[in-house]
């Protein structure tokens, strides 16, 4: 659900977490809640309610916010794009979930993902922002595709291996010029965002 939190902030929406009132995991009883107001009989969280709408499933409550917001680009070509890097987001997420030590996995999974997956993905995200030619990687602005991209890189790449923007150079600049964002920054710096549970370091090695 960051990416949402990111994309809200970056589009000057105010939003409130709301969380189980047991803690996690969450109960039946919360799961049958939340059913009963996304709709879905399989995953209902992250849920969005926006102007008295309820939006379910990450990427799609990502792309009401972006359209909501602005963030949304024009045009047959840069939605394909966005569409293709949120893809490609996906992909990196689900290998980073593979590998957390803390969940079980092996110590060969975690340096096989530091030493071949990271630079994979990373290298195929900087060769599309540097193919773009552009400031992000679909227009010179901010738009949802850098949100997607930014939430994979960060939250499941580099808070797990500080070093793995090294030797990306334009991913690392790309970076910066996202955190730059007026309501990313204010997020970023949040306590909010600080209390939240994020994957770190610990999640490669095995205690």
Known sequence: ?????LALSAAGIPFEDVYPTCGFPPSEEQKNTWMKIGGN??????????DGKVYTQSMA????????GGLM??????????DKLASDAEDFRTASYKCVTTWGASQELADQFVADVIPKHFENFERQLNESGKAFFVTDELTIADILVYDAVVNFGTNREPNALD??????EWKGRVESNQGIAKYLASEEQSSLMYFGPETLKQM
């Open 1 to 5: 659900g960051n990416q949402v939190r």
């Open 73 to 82: 680009p024009s045009g047959d070509d840069a939605l394909y794009i966005t």
């Open 167 to 172: 030797g990306f150079s334009a991913l690392k």
């Open 41 to 50: 009989i399989t995953t209902n969280i992250p849920m969005l309610e926006m």
């Open 61 to 68: 409550v990502s792309f009401a916010v972006a359209r909501k």
